[in-house]
């Protein structure tokens, strides 16, 4: 299916979870994940569904010294 | 429970070479618990802050904290306080390594140097014992050489060494003061004051290791650090790849300050000097400072141009020697850290201000004949490290540079003010303000200028509210979650403003930031709760603790305001308002109105009068200051 993730489209296999995507882009879990404007809570990253067509932002809060 | 320790008090006239000891109570030390508190305390009491910041009417005082020297991952840093060079407000700064630990460890909380010795000298710690110790055959020597002398001359090799290097010496308004030629108390100048006294170096023999109040709890808290590093990716990744992690990133976001802020990435490049690349590429080894399982410290070598002895560079180096000068490459910014290291120079400030000339050329300024016949467009590399050596030695076009970039500015004239990218004269730190708002907000008001590390960063706050992130920073009440990391409301400024007030505990504490703090760090506040516990029987609350770095905070804004600083020099550059005109951030700008209806907010959240920008009455009384206001009876 298709998913525009911060701003680019992307094809994912079906049933794909917002654990996987995150994985699959090296992302750790310590990013804020909005799905069509929605925060998800960190607790349902790894079981939360995907749809075909979700808008999915994701942000790395950044960080330096 | 503990009582309080009393806090042991190391005092050095250099003028008259007389040392003695004093011992500060546990009662008011409780007040002033160690670090930038008990520094900025003593300087108050030490010195009129109209004083010339060069003059022997400054003091230099290093202080670590009742914690320091505890067998736990960022217990071992070292604060330096007086007043800055630079700026000609508060100087503060702190550095990490095994100086502090042993500092701690010989016994002393803090070491007091006032007055300027005839000659050079140093000061050399043994337990109880200190002495001064000729110098002169280690004047003007860099970092790497003056530890090997000073250590062949003493004879033994279990010493640590904090000292200045030329860049001191010679009175560099930016100079630091190194410890195992890789630890920087490196902001705010206070290398210059430790130059101005003649004081080269302060060497320590090691001392015995303590043991915590309450040794089993104590363990269990200090190696859950296995578990918490598994858990903590944000920390574990800060291990593999140093500060410098995200550099990338903040390109990609458009936020990363580019040819002395006028851009907020590099086209092309970016990748060249992230930590990623550094890990893969020129990176020997990870360095610790005392009993710290994270190793974030670079070490890195290049074979006939970098050598392993100086470490390597953090994302603030990579930065200022890299996007703010337009420069990609590795090597040079890695010599560029090499040869602030050696010569004891900051190397935030010192990029900053070389980004600040290569503007000045740009904009036809300053020609080739102000440069010493060198091509300063952003981009020229090499002219980077001839520079650092110039200004180190002050030689040519160096010695305008070794001012900074303001002072630089005001004697280039009128138009180069507004291209010295500073607050109140300290060189910005690479975290933008226009997409840190509430860092930005911190760096217009925290009075030592510019800081990164003096409050919380606003990207924490877009996390979900189960994050660990979230969640601790709710202990010290902050509940509001964004959806991006723009925005600047009221409660913003009320996070910048606890934020800023639990970084300060931690600089008073004597902590690492990437190891204790209110989000993303190893252990949070209960956690600090139950260090100050185990650790020393002190039975301490959140709190007494933000009451600390509220105190700490108002005693240096008081400082402030007693050299002449007024709510005036709480602005950022004017370039910060004007929004890119390409790249990822194109369009993105800080809004002027809205920056300073939150000053005006924090001004009033923090108890400061908010036509003078100076605490009342009211706050320094509600902080056991009142002994500032008999000190001065005008303040009000």
């Known amino acids: 299916m298709e998913l525009k993730v911060n701003h680019k489209l992307i094809s994912v296999p079906a049933d794909y979870t917002l654990g996987l995507l995150l994985k699959s882009m090296d992302f750790s879990k310590s990013v804020a994940v909005f799905i069509n404007s929605q925060q998800i809570l960190m607790r349902d990253y790894d079981h939360y569904k995907l749809n075909e067509k979700d808008s999915v932002t994701i942000i790395k809060p950044l960080a330096g010294g | 429970m503990n009582i309080f320790p009393d806090a042991k008090i190391l005092e050095v006239n250099l003028s008259t070479s007389i040392i003695t000891t004093r011992l500060l109570s546990g009662e008011i030390y409780r007040l002033y618990p160690g670090g930038s508190a008990l520094g900025v305390y003593l300087l108050l009491q030490e010195m009129e802050p109209e004083n010339d910041a060069l003059s022997p009417a400054n003091t230099l005082i290093f202080t670590v904290s009742p914690l320091t020297g505890l067998p736990i991952s960022g217990s071992s840093r070292l604060n330096i306080t007086a007043k800055g060079p630079l700026t000609g407000a508060i100087g503060d700064s702190q550095s990490g390594g095994f100086f502090p630990a042993h500092l701690k460890l010989n016994g002393w909380d803090a070491v007091v140097f006032r007055g300027r010795a005839e000659r050079p000298v140093y000061l050399y710690i043994n337990g109880d014992e200190a002495v001064l110790r000729d ?14 002398i000073i250590r062949t001359e003493i004879g033994v090799n279990d010493l640590e060494i904090a000292q200045i290097g030329p860049g001191g010496e010679n009175l560099v308004k930016y100079a630091c003061i190194i410890n195992q030629c890789t630890r920087a108390n490196g902001r705010t100048g206070m290398g210059a004051v430790m130059g101005s006294k003649n004081l080269k170096a302060v060497v320590l023999k090691k001392g015995k290791p303590t043991k915590a109040y309450d040794v089993d709890k104590f363990k269990e808290l200090a190696t859950s650090v296995k578990t918490r590093l598994v858990e903590n990716e944000a920390v574990a ?23 002395n802020w006028t851009a907020g990435h590099l086209v092309e490049g970016a990748n060249n000097i992230t930590g990623t690349t550094m890990y893969e ?18 070490v890195v070598e290049i074979p006939g141009v970098v050598d392993p002895l100086y470490g390597g560079p953090e994302y603030e180096t990579c930065a ?56 300063l467009n952003f981009g020229n590399h090499r002219a980077l490290p001839i520079l650092v050596e110039k200004i180190a030695k002050r030689e040519g076009f160096g010695r305008l540079l070794a001012e900074g970039s303001l002072r630089a500015a005001l ?4 138009d180069a ?20 708002p509430a860092v930005g907000l911190i760096y217009a008001v925290n009075s ?40 600047l409301d009221a409660e913003k400024v009320r ?22 703090g209110p989000s993303w760090e190893l252990y949070g506040p209960t956690d600090l709760i139950d260090l100050c516990k185990y650790g020393l029987g002190w039975d301490t609350s959140l709190y007494e603790l933000m009451l600390v770095g509220e105190r700490r905070i108002n005693m240096m804004r008081y400082f402030n305001a007693k050299a002449g600083f007024t709510k005036e020099d709480d602005q950022l550059p004017k370039r910060l308002f004007e929004a890119f005109n390409d790249g990822p951030s194109k369009g993105v700008q800080l809004d002027k109105a809205a920056f300073e209806k939150a000053k005006e907010r924090y001004y009033e959240l923090a108890g400061w009068d908010t036509k003078t920008g100076s605490p009342t009455e009211a706050t320094l009384i509600g902080l056991s200051l009142d002994w500032l206001l008999e000190k001065d009876l005008t303040w009000s």
């Open chain 2, 135 to 148: 110098a002169q055959n280690v004047w003007g020597k860099v970092t790497g050489e003056a530890e090997a």
């Open chain 2, 237 to 259: 990744g800060l291990g593999k790849y140093g500060t410098d992690g995200d550099l990338e990133g903040f390109n990609n976001e458009g936020f990363l300050a580019t040819n």
């Open chain 2, 281 to 298: 590429t020129i990176l020997k080894n990870r360095d610790t400072c005392f009993a710290c399982a994270v190793r974030c410290k670079r």
């Open chain 2, 320 to 375: 200022a020697f890299g996007s703010y000068c337009g420069v990609t490459d590795l090597e040079t910014v890695a010599l560029c850290n090499q040869l602030c290291n050696m010569y004891g120079l900051d190397t935030i400030s010192c990029g900053a201000t070389i980004a600040f000339a290569m503007e000045c050329y740009e904009k036809g300024l300053i020609t080739r004949e102000d440069t010493d016949g060198l091509e």
């Open chain 2, 411 to 414: 004697q280039i004239g009128q």
């Open chain 2, 417 to 436: 003010i507004e291209l010295s990218i500073s607050v109140k004269g300290l060189e910005l730190p690479a975290h933008m303000p226009q997409f840190k």
């Open chain 2, 448 to 487: 030592f200028g510019a800081d990164h590390q003096s409050s919380e960063h606003d990207g924490f706050l877009v996390l979900p509210p189960d994050s660990r992130e979230r969640q601790r920073l709710a202990q010290i009440g902050i509940w509001k979650g964004y959806d991006n990391s723009y925005e």
């Open chain 2, 495 to 516: 996070f910048a403003l606890a934020s800023q007030k639990y970084f300060s505990i931690l600089d008073s504490l004597c902590l690492c930031q990437f190891v204790w």
